[in-house]
């Protein structure tokens, strides 16, 4: 495969300092030279390869924002950039990358002790550690605030019990972060691979992030110290400003597909013959072409700004829903676009597109649904809560 090029009509790279840039070329050019290789074998056969691991920690992707503990101390804009160019390989290795940074590193620097923070953020930089984390359970995913899952004080421990569903790194994480209802409120915990009554098990048969694990989690009155509580966590809104990172690693990675699928496009739509000509002569097709070309660059110039509010501390949790929505929504139309110019050739594994397609279905779901972020915004812009319809009678 060619090296990528980059979409860059409206010349952002010039919004980006040189260290910006430097960020963005040296993980495009693993994802060209180590990533492309091998991601259609990936995908082919439902593997995450655990090599991938410390070659991203030697890149310096893990702990990316996190300042002290042997990590690289970047800023929003430098971990979008790497976000993208991830996805533009595959949404599961970047799904990897923000649930090790934004859903368990973050969590453990911002809600953990300095004994949590010494024991896991060196090792999970280093990449010798996974986490996971687990909010979602098989009745529970839109609406976490009712979750089932429970931790139970009883002496010194805590005895949490329940399961979790969907969880990505599950089976591979040294560590999961699980969020379950005590007493007072809803805490985040810190559970240990290997702990007595807690299982990870594989959810099989899943055609969307195939290069990526997704597991299930047993949580059968599991005993833990009342250390692996991240003391600082305080109610849902703890876990959901977990979510706020990886929404924002989201919306950057989307565009990356995105891209990807409108680079295949160009491509083919420019060497298909039909008609004895280019079918990227006819006028169908280059409308096709150009809108996608627009959505990728006001998704670019929508992520840069978001990044820039956030480095300056002034994004609001809405703003980045905006983009997580939007993002994702049209990066899935431009891969359905991009499978159809390709024609036939569109549904095969060889030209990356239908990947990139089957990827964004999840990744339109997960994090938040579609829905769930249009009626974050709408709440937000009207002050009208739509979520549920106790909330609207
Ligand atoms: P609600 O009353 O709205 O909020 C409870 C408290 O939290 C505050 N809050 C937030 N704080 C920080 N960031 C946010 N994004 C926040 N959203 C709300 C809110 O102000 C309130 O604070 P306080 O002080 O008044 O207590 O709660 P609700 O129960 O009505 O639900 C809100 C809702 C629906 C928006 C929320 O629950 C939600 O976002 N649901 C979607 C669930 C979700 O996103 N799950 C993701 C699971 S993890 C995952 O998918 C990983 S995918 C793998 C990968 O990343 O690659
Ligand atoms: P539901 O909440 O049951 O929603 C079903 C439908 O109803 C959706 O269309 C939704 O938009 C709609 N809906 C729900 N509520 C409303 C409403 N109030 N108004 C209008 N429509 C509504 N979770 C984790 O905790 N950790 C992980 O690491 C993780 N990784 C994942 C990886 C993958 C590949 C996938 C697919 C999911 C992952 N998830 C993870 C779970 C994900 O976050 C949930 O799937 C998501 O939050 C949606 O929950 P649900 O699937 O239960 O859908």
């Known amino acids: 495969?060619?090296?990528?090029?980059?979409?860059?009509?409206?010349?952002?790279?010039?919004?980006?300092?040189?260290?910006?840039?430097s960020v963005r070329d040296t993980v495009r050019r693993w994802i060209d030279n180590q990533y492309m290789p091998k991601v259609e074998e990936y995908f082919d056969k439902g593997y995450?390869?655990?090599?991938?691991i410390p070659q991203l920690a030697e890149l310096g992707l893990l702990g990316i924002k996190i300042e002290?503990?042997?990590?690289?101390?970047?800023?929003n804009v430098d971990y979008g950039l790497a976000c993208q160019e991830l996805e533009r390989g595959d949404s599961g290795l970047r799904s990897f990358v923000s649930v090790q940074n934004s859903l368990v590193m973050y969590p453990i620097?911002?809600?953990?002790?300095?004994?949590?923070?010494?024991?896991?953020?060196?090792?999970?930089?280093?990449?010798?550690?996974?986490?996971?984390?687990?909010?979602?359970?098989?009745?529970?995913?839109?609406?976490?605030?009712n979750l089932k899952t429970r931790a139970t004080k009883k002496g010194g421990d805590y005895i949490i019990h329940g399961s979790k569903m969907w969880i990505t790194n599950g089976e591979i994480a040294d560590v999961a972060l699980i969020w379950a209802q005590t007493e007072e409120t809803i805490r985040g915990f810190l559970?240990?691979?290997?702990?007595?009554?807690?299982?990870?098990?594989?959810?099989?048969?899943?055609?969307?992030?195939?290069a990526s694990v997704t597991s299930g989690l047993m949580l059968d009155e599991v005993r833990v110290p009342a250390e692996n509580l991240l003391p600082g966590t305080d109610g849902l809104k703890s876990a959901l400003m977990c979510l706020n990172e990886a929404r924002f690693g989201i919306a950057w990675g989307a565009v990356g597909a995105a891209m990807a699928c409108y680079e295949v496009a160009l491509d083919y739509a420019k060497s298909r013959i039909q008609f004895e000509v280019p079918i990227a002569s006819f006028q169908l097709v280059q409308r096709k072409?150009?809108?996608?070309?627009a959505e990728i660059t006001k998704g670019q110039l929508l992520c840069l700004q978001l990044g820039r509010l956030k480095d300056d501390g002034k994004a609001r949790h809405t703003q980045i829903s905006l983009a997580k929505m939007n993002n994702v929504s049209e990066a899935l139309k431009i891969a359905r676009t991009a499978r159809n110019i390709l024609g036939a050739?569109?549904?095969?594994?060889?030209?990356?597109?239908?990947?990139?397609?089957?990827?964004?279905?999840?990744?339109?779901?997960?994090?938040?649904?579609?829905?769930i972020h249009t009626l974050i915004v709408g709440r937000d812009i009207t002050g009208l809560d739509a979520f549920s319809a106790k909330a609207s009678s």
Not at 1 to 21: A, I, N, S
Not at 289 to 293: D, H, P, R, S
Not at 345 to 371: C, K, P, Q, S
């Open 109 to 145: 620097y911002t809600f953990g002790t300095e004994e949590q923070k010494a024991r896991w953020l060196p090792a999970m930089a280093r990449g010798e550690k996974v986490g996971c984390f687990g909010l979602t359970e098989y009745d529970i995913g839109s609406d976490p605030g």
């Open 1 to 21: 495969m060619k090296p990528f090029q980059g979409v860059d009509y409206y010349r952002c790279d010039d919004l980006l300092t040189l260290e910006e840039r």
């Open 289 to 293: 072409l150009v809108k996608m070309l």
């Open 345 to 371: 050739n569109g549904v095969a594994l060889d030209y990356h597109v239908i990947r990139h397609m089957l990827n964004l279905e999840a990744v339109y779901t997960y994090e938040g649904t579609h829905d």
């Open 48 to 52: 995450f390869d655990p090599d991938l």
């Open 191 to 210: 559970v240990e691979k290997g702990t007595p009554g807690f299982e990870a098990y594989d959810i099989a048969r899943k055609y969307s992030h195939r």
């Open 68 to 75: 002290g503990y042997d990590c690289p101390g970047m800023s």
